[in-house]
């Protein structure tokens, strides 16, 4: 399905601070529109274009024109800094650049250190090297070009443990317009349809968003589109547009739940069907409330950028094996394996891999594709866990996250649940600092729901508070506190920000 399928009348989404609404024909027109611009630059199946926008109006609109050109499109995080965006512009070859007049520092800071020559267009606006990107396809005929093909996200890692790399997954195989099976599993999994009403409350650039919120309209749904994430104010649409689907990441559960009991209460949630939360692991104390709080609507699911594979698991199951990501989803199948790649029993912590799910390969980056892979042909993205004798996966935390002290192997996920439900946290990063005598310690940096609580008092409670839950060596020596973690909007964490200042 595509947006010329639907009713043209009927709304294809919303932007919820803005008000602007866009219907389903006028997504199909002007989408039809941006990609005889695409052609008429020349740009043919297989190449690639860049978008940096914050949530914008035009963004699925950019999206939809490439996904109907056969066309790579890599959405790029507004919040990064020039040289960053520079990366990945040259880097994924992107022959058309689309930015907004919001990030006019940000392109000025790059544009001439861009070196594939680009065409550079600009929204709500223009500067020096960027022309206007809605009078560039404005008199471009409003009919379907003559040679629709699907496309395909080309996106890029967040860049927590080191430099972000490109995902490159295959073109679709079927002929535009006919369904990917795959977006067929997840619209009968989750139940899109024409009626679904889907808030939308993180960054379209990150995988997760982009992917979900293509497929609400892909089968003809609406999509309220958060500008910027607000507790209250996600709750306050759920009841104003009678939102039937969701999408979270753990700590903006972690952030309503912290809302006053008053303003939890306030609002009618009873649309609201189907929510959906993946991107980080949610502690299961987190989890608890938030069924308790909404019922047993919430889905959660293990995945990556790469699609190598996935696992699911509904509130039902997850209420029996609490703490689980689930088990495989269609036709991939979750392994377990040691350092040295041989399948462990069930019970016991290693690697965790798929296979029989999707292909893909890190762009320009043959070393880091064949580290993702076993000898076997399974892949990774990096993460360990264990299965249970149901088959249901368990995450302990990411290998590069791992401490070691004095030979103990600490997974700081632990930790962190562990202290996330202290009444007086709001952020938690634990990772290892160096320690002569034990090679790592276990470091947390916190920050607090009130920052005047910040001291050797609250340290001294907090550490207490993590002893009567988990072993003692696991638990924190020292805590710092910070006003604001550096956390992706998508909920990862930048811990080696953190840690780096520690190490150096």
Known sequence: MYPGHHNPDSLAYVMANSGL??????LEAESNQIAHLFRSHGLEKGDSIALCLENHVAFFKICWAAQRSGLYFTAISYRLQAEEVEYIVNDCEAKV???????????NGFKDKLVNNP???????TVDGATSFEDAYADQPKTPIGDQAWGQSLLYSSGTT??????????????FPETDPVYDVRRVRYMFDENTVYLSPAPLYHAAPLAFTLN????GGKVVVMEHYDSERALELIQAHQVTHSQWVPTMFVRMLKLPEEIRTRYELDSHRIAIHAAAPCPVAVKEQMIEWWGPIIHEYYAGTEGNGSTVINSEEWLNHKGSVGKASGECTVHILDDHFNELPVGESGGVYFSGGGKFEYLNDNEKTSASR????????GDIGYLDDEGYLYLTD???FMIISGGVNIYPQETENALITHPKVMDIAVFGVPNEEFGEEVKAVVQPADMSDAGPELEAELIA????????IKCPKTIDFLEELPRHPTGKLYKRLLKDKYWQ
Not at 465 to 472: D, F, G, L, P
């Open 97 to 107: 650049l689309i930015t907004s007049s919001h990030l006019t520092d940000t392109f």
């Open 119 to 125: 065409i550079c267009y600009m929204l709500d606006g």
């Open 216 to 219: 609400v309209l892909r089968y």
């Open 162 to 175: 080191g430099r972000p790399k490109g995902v490159k997954k295959p073109m679709p195989a079927m002929p």
């Open 21 to 26: 609404e866009v219907t389903h024909g006028e």
């Open 398 to 400: 990411r290998k590069s």
């Open 465 to 472: 508070y993590a002893r009567q839950q988990i072993s003692h």
């Open 374 to 381: 076993s000898p076997q042909g399974f892949s990774t993205l």
